[in-house]
């Protein structure tokens, strides 16, 4: 993203859009092998010279070139690996980009055999089958799983064989799940073998490859309209010349500027171990890896407090300068969190004051008609947002000079909830707040617009903590022992039950936002019985099995009516063939769940296939919870599956 920056191609410019590389050449296999150089796309050769065949024709084409005119010199590719109308249709799907697609199509959809439908038909056409496709990738394919699915249900006609276009067809190895597509090909970005010769395809790109008799020698020569400063349109003297020369640039594409005029270096990373410098990339978990949440076993509490207060802890800040806290009822002020907000005060009046000591600066009593406020969250130094008894989100203004930052002004009042409103978070990357409420709902609301978005529904009790990650966007809400992750788009992911026959409801949440889309990434939650437990998200495919008789159904209490409990609640008689379900089960596990034994989950049959495949588990790192297996099965309430968290 940064070499594209510097090239000028931007997110504003669908013509200069971001280019990322294609980075496999597997798209059949049920699982990928990361470690197999077959796996992946030849990285120091163009689109055009993946294959033996087509790098001959546009070899001869480059050789047997005349113009008679002599104003165009001779090209291996007369299209570009991005455009406009690249960009449009792999984004077809979604907003804004399906319109600006029928604009450039003069406002229908293109012909159906030739939309985006398969990624591996995509990466066929591009590589071997269609003389006139070269194109790359875009950025969206490595974090955005919203573009594979058509979830406006637009008609985008059918092919000639029959087929209906609807959502991307996957490669088998994303398993039919949009996510584990983004998470898997995520992973190959980041693997070995690309970091090992990514750079080559930047030669090709930005680089010294780019131009020039290292462009022809690579096969890699464009059309020289395609090049910057190639041609002087303000010195074009023909009318139709000017336009079809300005038609040609905005529509088939643009080469980045050349950053490089040298071999781009391959990646090379210090070694922890012996400070050497190498050009082998350090596996995710490695004994040199520092990274927390790959080494859970290793975390130890602290020997003496890290900061004591006088009353129970209500909000942890790290900071550059050490960490933190402050009491119930009081949340810091960014960005340099030497102020805090305070409210709970029987005259419901709130408070402005310092970190260093208990003394009120200013005293804010206009908030008190809006009941007793229960939560509260600071954004930016100019926002504070509320929420309490009176079901509304009030969004306040703090003054920026002295005199007026002695009052605060209502900005807004967001009315969605219909009970007590229990908590609060924001997120500033993506501009957006999410509230919690004794009414079972969370609502995500725009922060920029001050509105509604989306309800989140299914909670099956008051949800008690809320959090963002800043990096995905991914939504935690919890509420009783049910711990809840959705999607930026408010679409569920998996919730979880983490009862285990003691009073332990979750009272705190908090996700590690480190490695995008490493599957080791932790959620953690605090417990009323004082445990703090790791939870991790993994990827399972759990085949359908009919749903037990109700005369075997057991009945269990209201609050953990879809828990399954562990070894340690089993009775001695258990069958022989719940034992064989457990080891079957194991397979499936990832490895920190392998040595547990874990109960059959019984799934009814789903209304659709993708519910009915797909289910996603996580793993404790806390040796208390690890004892427990709680699994979920299809909430027909709710409408999704849940999954598996060890």
Same mark, same amino acid.
């Given at each position: 993203?940064?070499?594209?920056?510097?090239?000028?191609?931007?997110?504003?410019?669908?013509?200069?859009?971001?280019?990322?590389?294609?980075?496999? =050449?597997?798209?059949?296999?049920?699982?990928?092998?990361?470690?197999?150089?077959?796996?992946f796309?030849?990285?120091?050769?163009?689109m055009?010279?993946q294959?033996?065949?087509?790098?001959?024709?546009?070899?001869?084409?480059?050789?047997?070139?005349?113009?008679?005119?002599?104003?165009?010199? =001779?090209?291996?590719?007369?299209?570009?690996?991005?455009?406009?109308?690249?960009? =449009?249709?792999?984004?077809?799907?979604?907003?804004p980009?399906t319109?600006?697609?029928?604009?450039?199509?003069?406002?229908?959809?293109?012909?159906?055999?030739?939309?985006?439908?398969?990624?591996?038909?995509?990466w066929?056409s591009?590589?071997?089958?269609?003389?006139?496709?070269?194109?790359?990738?875009?950025?969206?394919?490595?974090?955005?799983?919203?573009?594979?699915?058509?979830?406006?249900?637009?008609?985008?006609?059918?092919?000639?064989?029959?087929?209906?276009?609807?959502?991307?067809?996957?490669?088998?190895?994303?398993?039919?799940?949009?996510?584990e597509?983004?998470?898997?090909?995520?992973?190959?970005?980041?693997?070995?073998? *690309?970091?090992?010769?990514?750079?080559?395809? $930047?030669?090709?790109?930005f680089?010294?490859?780019?131009?020039?008799?290292?462009?022809?020698?690579?096969?890699?020569?464009?059309?020289?309209?395609?090049?910057?400063?190639?041609?002087?349109?303000?010195?074009i003297n023909?009318?139709?010349?000017e336009?079809?020369?300005?038609?040609?640039?905005?529509?088939?594409?643009?080469?980045?500027?050349?950053?490089?005029k040298?071999?781009h270096?391959?990646?090379?990373?210090?070694?922890?171990?012996?400070?050497?410098?190498?050009?082998?990339?350090?596996?995710?978990?490695?004994?040199?890896?520092? $990274?927390?949440?790959?080494? &859970?076993?290793?975390?130890?509490?602290?020997?003496?407090?890290?900061?004591?207060?006088?009353?129970?802890?209500?909000?942890?800040?790290?900071?550059?300068k050490?960490?933190?806290?402050?009491?119930?009822?009081?949340?810091?002020?960014?960005?340099?969190?030497?102020?805090?907000?305070?409210?709970?005060?029987?005259?419901?009046?709130?408070r402005?004051?310092?970190?260093?000591?208990?003394?009120?600066?200013?005293?804010?009593?206009? &908030?008190?008609?809006?009941?007793?406020?229960?939560?509260?969250?600071?954004?930016n130094?100019?926002?504070?947002i509320?929420g309490?008894?009176?079901?509304?989100?009030?969004?306040?203004?703090?003054?920026?000079?002295?005199?007026?930052?002695?009052?605060?002004?209502?900005?807004?009042?967001?009315?969605?909830?219909?009970?007590?409103?229990?908590?609060?978070?924001?997120?500033?990357?993506?501009?957006?707040?999410?509230?919690?409420?004794?009414?079972?709902?969370?609502? +995500?609301?725009?922060?920029?617009k001050l509105?509604?978005?989306?309800?989140?529904?299914?909670?099956?009790?008051?949800?008690?903590?809320?959090?963002?990650?800043e990096?995905?966007?991914?939504?935690?809400?919890?509420?009783?022992?049910? +711990?809840?992750?959705?999607?930026?788009?408010?679409?569920? $992911?998996?919730?979880?039950n983490?009862?285990?026959?003691?009073?332990?409801?979750?009272?705190?949440?908090?996700?590690?936002?480190?490695?995008?889309?490493?599957?080791?990434?932790?959620?953690?939650?605090?417990?009323?019985?004082?445990?703090?437990?790791?939870?991790r998200?993994?990827?399972?495919?759990?085949?359908?099995?009919?749903?037990?008789e109700?005369?075997?159904?057991?009945?269990?209490?209201?609050?953990c009516?879809e828990?399954? &409990?562990?070894?340690?609640?089993?009775?001695?008689?258990?069958?022989?063939?719940?034992?064989?379900?457990?080891s079957?089960?194991?397979?499936?596990?990832s490895?920190?769940?392998?040595?547990?034994?874990?109960? *059959?989950?019984?799934?009814?049959?789903?209304?659709?296939?993708?519910?009915?495949?797909?289910?996603?588990?996580?793993?404790?790192?806390?040796?208390d919870?690890?004892?427990?297996?709680?699994?979920?099965?299809?909430?027909?309430?709710?409408?999704?599956?849940?999954?598996?968290?060890?």
């Amino acid at each position: 993203m940064h070499l594209n920056t510097l090239a000028g191609r931007s997110y504003n410019d669908l013509m200069q859009y971001p280019v990322f590389p294609w980075i496999l =050449a597997d798209y059949d296999s049920e699982e990928l092998d990361l470690t197999n150089p077959k796996t992946f796309r030849n990285l120091s050769k163009p689109m055009g010279a993946q294959t033996d065949d087509r790098l001959a024709q546009y070899k001869k084409r480059y050789k047997d070139w005349e113009d008679p005119n002599g104003e165009t010199p =001779a090209y291996h590719y007369g299209t570009h690996y991005s455009s406009a109308m690249i960009v =449009a249709s792999y984004l077809v799907r979604m907003e804004p980009f399906t319109q600006i697609f029928l604009r450039l199509q003069g406002g229908h959809f293109d012909l159906a055999d030739r939309m985006f439908h398969s990624v591996r038909e995509a990466w066929y056409s591009a590589s071997k089958h269609n003389m006139a496709d070269v194109k790359e990738l875009i950025p969206e394919f490595f974090y955005l799983p919203e573009f594979l699915l058509n979830s406006n249900n637009f008609d985008l006609g059918c092919k000639q064989n029959g087929t209906k276009l609807c959502d991307v067809i996957l490669p088998p190895w994303a398993k039919g799940d949009p996510r584990e597509f983004i998470r898997v090909h995520r992973e190959a970005l980041e693997c070995d073998y *690309v970091s090992a010769h990514l750079h080559e395809w $930047i030669d090709l790109i930005f680089g010294y490859k780019q131009q020039g008799p290292a462009a022809v020698d690579a096969v890699n020569v464009f059309h020289h309209l395609f090049y910057e400063g190639q041609v002087d349109i303000y010195n074009i003297n023909d009318p139709l010349k000017e336009t079809a020369t300005i038609g040609f640039i905005n529509n088939f594409g643009q080469i980045p500027k050349q950053l490089f005029k040298k071999p781009h270096p391959p990646k090379r990373v210090r070694s922890r171990v012996n400070g050497d410098m190498s050009s082998v990339s350090m596996p995710l978990g490695s004994a040199c890896d520092k $990274i927390f949440f790959h080494h &859970l076993d290793n975390l130890r509490p602290s020997l003496a407090p890290v900061k004591e207060l006088k009353e129970p802890v209500g909000q942890i800040v790290c900071t550059d300068k050490g960490i933190l806290a402050v009491e119930q009822n009081k949340v810091l002020i960014p960005p340099a969190w030497n102020k805090t907000f305070a409210w709970g005060y029987a005259d419901l009046s709130c408070r402005l004051g310092t970190y260093d000591s208990d003394k009120a600066v200013v005293v804010y009593e206009c &908030l008190s008609e809006w009941g007793q406020i229960l939560c509260a969250i600071c954004p930016n130094p100019k926002l504070v947002i509320t929420g309490g008894t009176s079901t509304v989100i009030c969004v306040w203004e703090v003054g920026t000079s002295k005199e007026k930052a002695k009052a605060l002004t209502l900005k807004q009042a967001l009315i969605g909830h219909t009970d007590t409103v229990t908590c609060l978070t924001a997120s500033l990357a993506y501009h957006i707040v999410v509230s919690g409420s004794r009414d079972r709902t969370c609502i +995500i609301w725009d922060l920029n617009k001050l509105s509604f978005v989306t309800q989140l529904r299914g909670h099956r009790a008051p949800v008690s903590a809320l959090c963002i990650n800043e990096l995905t966007g991914d939504i935690v809400s919890c509420a009783g022992t049910y +711990i809840h992750v959705w999607s930026i788009n408010g679409n569920p $992911i998996v919730s979880v039950n983490t009862f285990t026959g003691r009073s332990q409801q979750i009272l705190c949440c908090c996700v590690s936002e480190m490695n995008e889309w490493d599957t080791q990434n932790v959620i953690v939650t605090g417990h009323s019985d004082g445990v703090v437990r790791f939870w991790r998200m993994e990827f399972l495919q759990v085949p359908e099995t009919p749903a037990p008789e109700p005369a075997d159904a057991m009945e269990l209490p209201d609050e953990c009516s879809e828990a399954h &409990l562990g070894p340690e609640a089993q009775d001695d008689d258990s069958s022989d063939s719940d034992v064989e379900d457990q080891s079957s089960s194991q397979d499936t596990a990832s490895k920190d769940s392998q040595a547990q034994p874990s109960n *059959v989950v019984h799934r009814a049959r789903a209304s659709s296939a993708r519910a009915g495949l797909a289910a996603w588990s996580g793993d404790s790192g806390s040796d208390d919870s690890r004892r427990w297996s709680d699994q979920l099965s299809l909430d027909e309430k709710d409408g999704f599956y849940s999954g598996e968290l060890f």
